[in-house]
């Protein structure tokens, strides 16, 4: 079992940026992504990471504004998200992957979640 512990969330202005942190417990799995749902919505992926090679993907939503990262040697992934918007606004969640690269978007695929940490953007 793996556990995921989101930090980070807060709440700013539009314009503004927060980086989120989630810290694993280990790391067997292949990808770790952030996905995000606001209410009344559907979740929604927002970004992926490869672990061991570090390969980056994005929604669309968020492409050119947020940056996912990772220190492996803190067993850490990383969410910087500038020129925040309104719209930004959800619970933002952690989650890791033993899946293939082909399912990286999708939420199905992904093994463990953390608790989720809240994001809002005041306009």
């Known amino acids: 079992q793996v556990e995921l512990t989101e930090s980070g969330g807060g709440l700013v202005q539009a ?3 927060l980086k989120l ?3 694993a417990s280990r790391t067997p799995f ?3 992504a952030w996905f995000r749902q606001a209410p009344g919505e559907e979740r929604e992926f ?3 990471i490869t672990w061991n090679g570090g390969s980056t993907f994005y929604g669309d939503s968020v492409k050119e ?3 996912i990262s990772k220190v492996n040697a803190k067993n850490t992934g990383y969410l910087q ?3 925040l918007k309104p719209e930004d606004t959800a619970v933002y969640y952690c989650a890791a992957s033993h899946g293939v690269l082909s399912t990286i978007r999708t939420q199905r695929s992904y093994n463990y979640w953390g608790q989720g940490t809240q ?3 005041s306009s």
């Open 15 to 17: 314009g503004e940026s």
């Open 21 to 23: 942190a989630c810290a």
């Open 30 to 32: 292949r990808h770790m």
């Open 46 to 48: 927002v970004a992926a």
């Open 65 to 67: 504004r947020f940056t």
């Open 81 to 83: 998200m500038d020129n």
């Open 119 to 121: 994001v809002t953007v």
